[in-house]
């Protein structure tokens, strides 16, 4: 079966600092590869989306960037943090076709402080 | 482009009464429909889907019907209970396309 994992689940850093939260996927091949954003009291917004090893698709202009450099790996970087980029962070996969749902990690919690 | 919207939260019920948490879309063609549910400190977790016009997705007793005629998703369940008390997500992704569209969640909340 299919197992999304996602790490850290919380992060604390300072404003100025670096990010790199990563997103790995077992049990399938060449999937689709998601960042979501989720602020507080807000839904969930689409940062980046992949759909193939070095491929990455921008949704949100902003300080963040992502990365995947294999099949079912998926990063999240930022050179310097801000205090906005605080929230909920959510990778996601999924297959090819429009007629399946995208499955979830646990999320990360991300404080800018 | 496409999009999703829900009903403002929060929502607060008793046990055991109606639930309703509507949902619209605006999409190209004929776009497939997913309920979310989010636990506190959690991801998203599938509720349940439906791909084509008048299909009803159900799960848990939940249920929604695809209307492709009121571009409507509405979520409803018959009894709810106080485990049900999450965020719930109403998203779309069109055809041909990879996006997940989401809508900006609807807390529940509900009180034995």
């Known amino acids: 079966s299919q197992t999304i994992h996602q790490w850290p689940v919380t992060l604390v850093q300072p404003v100025g600092s670096p990010l790199s939260l990563e997103c790995t996927v077992e049990g399938t091949s060449n999937p689709n590869l998601y960042w979501y954003r989720q602020a507080a009291g807000r839904g969930l917004q689409l940062l980046f989306y992949?759909?193939?090893?070095?491929?990455i698709s921008s949704e949100v202009p902003q300080n963040l960037s992502a990365s995947r450099p294999q099949d079912r790996q998926f990063i999240l970087s930022s050179k310097k943090l801000l205090l906005s980029d605080s929230g909920f962070y959510l990778c996601?996969?999924?297959?090819?076709?429009?007629?399946?749902?995208?499955?979830f990690g646990q999320g990360t919690r991300l404080t800018v402080v | 482009g496409d999009s999703v919207t829900q009903m403002e939260g929060p929502v607060t019920l008793s046990e055991e009464a109606f639930l309703t948490i509507n949902c619209t879309y605006t999409a190209t063609g004929y776009p497939s429909l997913f309920w979310y549910v989010q636990y506190p400190g959690e991801g998203l977790q599938l509720l349940l889907k439906a791909t084509k016009a008048d299909d009803k997705g159900s799960n848990k007793g939940f249920e929604a019907t695809y209307r492709k005629e009121t571009t409507s998703f509405h979520l409803e369940k018959g009894s709810v209970q106080v485990s049900d008390s999450a965020v719930y997500f109403c998203?779309?992704?069109?055809?041909?396309?990879?996006?997940?569209?989401f809508g900006t969640g609807t807390r529940l909340k509900v009180l034995a």
């Open positions: 992949s759909v193939g090893i070095g491929q």
């Open positions: 996601a996969w999924s297959v090819w076709t429009a007629d399946t749902e995208a499955f």
């Open positions: 998203a779309l992704r069109g055809p041909g396309t990879y996006k997940y569209i």
